[in-house]
């Protein structure tokens, strides 16, 4: 199936860091973006942030200033670098393509204790 490969979390305190990749199942940015999103239990899948080809990015309120996405120099791994994370950053991490999306992957595991 074809779907991307995210990586990176785990179980952090409060104040602590993490740095999520992603690996997509084929050629990123075909749309020309690509994004992060979260679902934390019992609550819906949101957008974290968002990157462009161009380097353009953006993000949720609650994360700006604390996370920062990015992507290496080939594009076909993108980042999330999230500091100074607080329990309300604990979720399931996925990314995808906003605009053209492949299946949803088994994302990845952020845990924040107090």
């Known amino acids: 199936q074809v779907q991307p490969v995210e990586s990176g979390g785990g179980l952090v305190q409060t104040g602590g860091s993490l740095r999520l990749s992603c690996e997509g199942p084929?050629?990123?940015?075909?749309?020309?973006?690509m994004a992060w999103y979260r679902q934390a239990p019992g609550k819906s899948r949101e957008l974290v942030a968002g990157?462009?080809?161009?380097?353009?990015?953006k993000y949720k309120a609650s994360v700006k200033g604390r996370f920062t996405v990015s992507t290496n120099n080939d594009k076909n791994t993108m980042y999330l670098q999230m500091n100074s994370l607080t329990p309300e950053d604990t979720a399931v991490y996925y990314c995808?393509?906003?605009?053209?999306?492949?299946?949803w992957g088994q994302g990845t595991q952020v845990t924040v204790s107090s």
């Open positions: 084929g050629r990123m940015f075909s749309s020309g973006e």
């Open positions: 990157i462009t080809s161009a380097g353009n990015t």
């Open positions: 995808n393509d906003p605009k053209d999306p492949w299946n």
